[in-house]
């Protein structure tokens, strides 16, 4: 089973509001990865925790806080996004984080920022 | 700098008119490279790692080659429901993953 779940599936946010992704895998993997991806675009790496350590921070804005409460959980606390931060957004995992290891993604949370 | 440029960037088939999607990359000690099939709106679809040159893998009508300079991704017989945009991403030195801006790809009946 290659799955990587994410919830919700659409989401509507304003400025103001604070919300929260969550990315579930079942796959035994201790890496997850957090992708943004805007419209005809390729994903853009944001975060990535291994072994439930954040490993990399792609200079991401701090109104976007990730979170990994055990191996299989990830979750991205939003707060006070702006319209351009309206996108696509990603979850992955792999194996350990090692190097040329496969990533499977999740479906992805399209997010509206009004 | 580590650069993924994919070619073409959209390409229009009939069904059954074989071809093929080129991947070139420049980076410094590649550790992998990724090919995945994206639907509208939706997640990418993981198809074959390579990590070698001279690699090859296969599945279904697809066909991912490799060799030191570029990828390419055999596209044999298509039908309608292999439209899609594919996304070539290497790994290189560090632990970020670099996508190309992908090949979308339309299969006419």
């Known amino acids: 089973d290659t799955e990587v779940t994410q919830t919700p599936k659409h989401l509507v946010m304003g400025m103001t509001n604070k919300k929260s992704l969550k990315c579930e895998q079942h796959m035994g993997h201790r890496a997850m990865y957090w992708y943004k991806q805007k419209a005809k675009k390729p994903p853009e790496l944001m975060f990535v925790y291994s072994y439930e350590k954040l490993s990399i921070n792609e200079s991401v804005p701090s109104r976007f806080s990730p979170e990994c409460p055990n191996s299989s959980l990830l979750n991205l606390h939003l707060h006070a996004l702006q319209p351009e931060d309206s996108a696509l957004y990603l979850c992955?995992?792999?194996?350990?984080?090692?190097?040329?290891?496969?990533?499977?993604f999740g479906p992805g949370t399209r997010l509206l920022v009004l | 700098e580590d650069q993924v440029t994919q070619s073409p960037e959209a390409l229009r088939l009939q069904e059954g008119e074989s071809s093929s999607l080129n991947c070139s990359y420049t980076v410094s000690g590649l550790r992998g490279l990724f090919w995945y099939r994206q639907d509208p709106g939706k997640g990418p679809e993981f198809l074959f790692t390579l990590y070698s040159a001279g690699e090859e893998k296969e599945k279904e009508r697809l066909k991912a080659t490799l060799t030191k300079k570029e990828s390419f991704l055999h596209i044999t017989a298509p039908k309608p429901e292999d439209s899609a945009t594919y996304l070539c991403a290497v790994q290189a030195g560090g632990f970020k993953t670099i996508f190309g801006a992908g090949t979308r790809l339309f299969v006419k009946a």
């Open positions: 992955a995992s792999s194996p350990r984080g090692g190097m040329g290891e496969t990533q499977y």
